[in-house]
């Protein structure tokens, strides 16, 4: 039988959440029925590029400086979809799901588009032109129920919008895994018996990193033993390393940087921690439970859908900071519920937030849609 053929179409493939699950879902589709395509569009941005030709993904650039660049490489999207017979698009994140949309008007491949964020924290001018195009499409997707109910609710599409809860492989994020070489702790000076306290994000104002330091600060001046870890990078570094010096956290709090390979920072923490004010469905959020760490955090967005307070995680309402200290201390100073919360944490996405289910759900739409 021959392949189906689907693009997946993204703006970049750096280390952000939605590019991350491309090389992630590719490892368990089933590749004997159907071939993965990607074109992405920032070049400087493309950390997941390698990941995904490994496991046997084709990959182009169409190099775009501006957003508006990006939405003229409509044509080279339509030549390579007909020189390669591509039967199904799937395009992520809105300038990516504009151009997507633009190619099913002229090409009429069938296009799904999947939303992993909020249509209430976009920009003005995002939010006209995904009211404005939305129906250009097959389908939606929202990785969340509330990413969902958001777009019913702003948008009210005509086309059918499904929940696809975001997944992680419980088989390749394990705190056991013997390839993890990596000694984190040791790298950075931090001792075996240090509280570590850790965070992967891009650096983003809904992430509320300032935030997140200043907890960790404040953790700190009353148990000198709790230390933190960010990886990750964004637009915000200059303000938020500003933010590390003005607080002293030199030798306290410490940064890794952009990591494609997460697992070993994961290893290291014994808590993640998620200070954000607004959120989809975190991919981070899911590698940190299938690695074992206890989560404390926010309930923003799907966070809420994953993490029952108490059972999996500490969670604390949006923005309530403070908790999210307290939460940290009582933590720190009680390792048996700690160690609780660690266990529940792997239960929960092996029980509930399989990569494999996420596949499965995807796949049979691409079977139901494609050319």
């Not at 990941?51 to 003229?72: S, Y």
């Not at 250009?136 to 929202?142: F, K, L, N, P, V």
């Not at 086309?159 to 390839?179: A, C, Q």
């Amino acid at each position: 039988m021959e392949k189906i053929k689907v693009l997946h179409i993204i703006k970049s493939l750096g280390r952000g959440g939605a590019e991350m699950l491309l090389p992630e879902t590719l490892k368990v589709h089933d590749t004997s029925k159907f071939e993965f395509h990607y074109i992405y569009f920032l070049p400087w941005k493309n950390q997941m590029v390698a990941a995904i030709e490994e496991t046997g993904g084709k990959v182009v650039c169409l190099p775009a400086k501006n957003n508006f660049q990006l939405i003229l490489q409509y044509p080279k999207i339509i030549k390579y979809c007909r020189e390669h017979k591509i039967q199904l698009i799937h395009a992520h994140l809105p300038w990516a799901g504009f151009v997507s949309r633009l190619v099913h008007g002229i090409a009429k491949i069938p296009t799904l588009y999947t939303e992993h964020n909020m249509q209430e924290r976009y920009h003005f001018l995002t939010k006209i032109i995904n009211k404005l195009s939305f129906n250009s499409q097959t389908m939606a997707i929202g990785v969340s129920d509330d990413v969902s109910a958001s777009i019913t609710k702003n948008i009210a599409p005509e086309i059918p919008v499904k929940t696809i809860l975001n997944g992680v492989n419980t088989e390749v994020f394990r705190r056991d895994d013997v390839s993890i070489t990596t000694t984190v702790r040791s790298q950075f000076g931090i001792e075996s018996d240090d509280f570590l306290v850790g965070t992967v994000a891009v650096f983003r104002f809904q992430k509320r990193l300032d935030k997140w330091l200043e907890i960790v600060a404040q953790a700190n001046t009353q148990n000198p033993k709790i230390k933190g870890i960010i990886v990750g990078a964004g637009p915000l570094e200059n303000e938020i390393y500003a933010k590390h010096k003005a607080l002293n956290l030199e030798g306290k709090v410490f940064f890794a940087g952009l990591q494609t390979n997460v697992k070993p920072y994961f290893k290291a923490m014994d808590v993640f921690m998620m200070a954000s004010s607004f959120e989809g469905l975190p991919i981070a959020l899911l590698e940190a439970m299938s690695m074992g760490c206890a989560v404390v955090s926010t309930e923003a967005g799907g966070i809420k859908e994953v993490i029952r307070n108490t059972v999996d995680g500490k969670t604390v309402a949006v923005d309530n900071w403070p908790d999210l200290g307290e939460t940290l201390m009582a933590l720190s100073h009680s390792p048996d519920t700690l160690a609780q919360l660690q266990r529940q944490a792997r239960k929960r996405v092996e029980e509930h937030f399989s990569i494999q289910a996420m596949v499965n759900e995807l796949e049979s739409y691409y079977l139901k849609f494609a050319l």
